[in-house]
């Protein structure tokens, strides 16, 4: 599955860099493959738009519903099949599924797979032609090779990290449960901690992808945030 996927994103990358490539004279610092990465990470992102945001308003109707849940997990701990009855009937009158927040998860997973297969190995997957991607300028600012790591932990590696501290804490914890809450602010300082330290050791194309992709689900977040609730009063 990654393979089949892997091809087809490769695909849209390599259609996106014939014709940024196309389009003039090539920056000196700005190489026209950093270019495609920009463009075709934006590209994933907004094809998985709605996957997202449906993810959102399923995990902002979660928030809502969780106290009428918890009162009924302390009234019926006892007694486990009516709690769950109970549960049932509380998420069909709040017009909720609970499995609804897993789906967009389960099907983006094997598009972010061979979205990283990709820009990882950008020979296998996109540019398959025999010497056309070892001639390719990949120059990126400081980064004089998006092949091999950002020389420099204070670049991509430590601005993926910050990205991807930003994005979580835009994400908001909308869980009134305290060990939910506690855990989610573990992950949050965890995550950047990983993120760095795989930016540091993959080729600073993927922390690039990466880098881009937190941009616009930071900026995402935020309309969301703004959005959801009007949807709301609007029913």
Known sequence: MTGFLGKIMGSVLKF???????????????????????????????ILLPFNLH???????MAEIQPIMKEIQTKYKSDPQTMNAKLQEAYKENNYNPASGCLPLLVQFPIILAFFA?????????FTEPGVYEAMNKTFF???NLDVPDPYLWGLPLLS??????????MGNQSQDPQTASTMKTMNII?????????????????LYWLVGNIFTIIQQLISRRSLPKVKEGK
């Open 118 to 126: 990709v820009f990882r190995e950008p020979a296998k997957y996109a």
């Open 16 to 46: 996106v860099y014939d014709i940024v490539s196309n389009i003039g004279a090539e920056p000196e610092h700005f190489s026209f493959f950093a270019i495609a990465i920009i463009i075709t990470t934006i590209i994933f992102k907004l």
């Open 161 to 170: 990290a910050i990205t991807t501290f930003i994005q979580t804490k835009t």
């Open 55 to 61: 993810q959102a308003k399923s995990s902002k109707k």
């Open 142 to 144: 400081w980064i004089t």
């Open 191 to 207: 995550m950047p901690v990983m993120i760095f330290f795989a930016a540091k050791g993959f080729a600073a194309g993927l922390a």
